[in-house]
């Protein structure tokens, strides 16, 4: 929470001009993650869940996106395996991640990290939310400071400053 209050923007409002879908990739085990992202940096002016569809107070719309099969992938030195269950996880603990707030599930998809999940999004994303003018996706680990983020986006600059 420090982090989030250090954001000296984060109450000022965004511009009504862009409507970002943001995915936020995660798998299914990740649940007390995705309840700290809930906490933090989703729950400020301007983000709101991608459920909701377009709104005139909001700027950011998040989704935690997930694939409908598999919890994931390990490497080892002899390449990468699909992760069994994890311990103490049963096929109905997926079921209910996918049915969680603001869960945005691509049927037909395998949780690998060699597979196809960042293009199925953003294939997903312009299939399903023409009004979106800016199509994102970031890793669970990311904090974003999204009022600095989209009032840069909406004056065209990505320089410093």
Aim: net charge negative; aromatic share 8%.
């Amino acid at each position: 929470t420090a982090r989030l209050e250090s954001d000296r923007r984060r109450s000022d409002p965004m511009p009504e001009s862009v409507k970002m879908v943001m995915g936020i990739f995660t798998i299914p085990q990740e649940r007390d993650y995705r309840q700290v992202v809930r906490e933090t940096w989703l729950d400020q002016a301007g983000v709101c869940s991608l459920e909701g569809g377009p709104s005139k107070d909001c700027s950011v719309y998040a989704a935690f996106v997930m694939c409908s099969e598999g919890w994931g992938v390990t490497r080892t030195d002899k390449g990468s395996t699909d992760m069994p269950a994890p311990e103490g996880f049963a096929p109905e603990d997926m079921e209910a991640a996918h049915r969680e707030p603001g869960a945005f599930v691509l049927k037909g998809t395998m949780e690998n990290m060699n597979g196809p999940k960042t293009m199925r999004w953003f294939q997903a994303v312009l299939l399903k939310f023409g009004w979106a003018t800016h199509i994102a996706k970031m890793d669970m680990d990311t904090f974003p400071f999204m009022h600095k983020l989209v009032n840069r986006m909406a004056g065209g600059s990505c320089g410093g400053g």
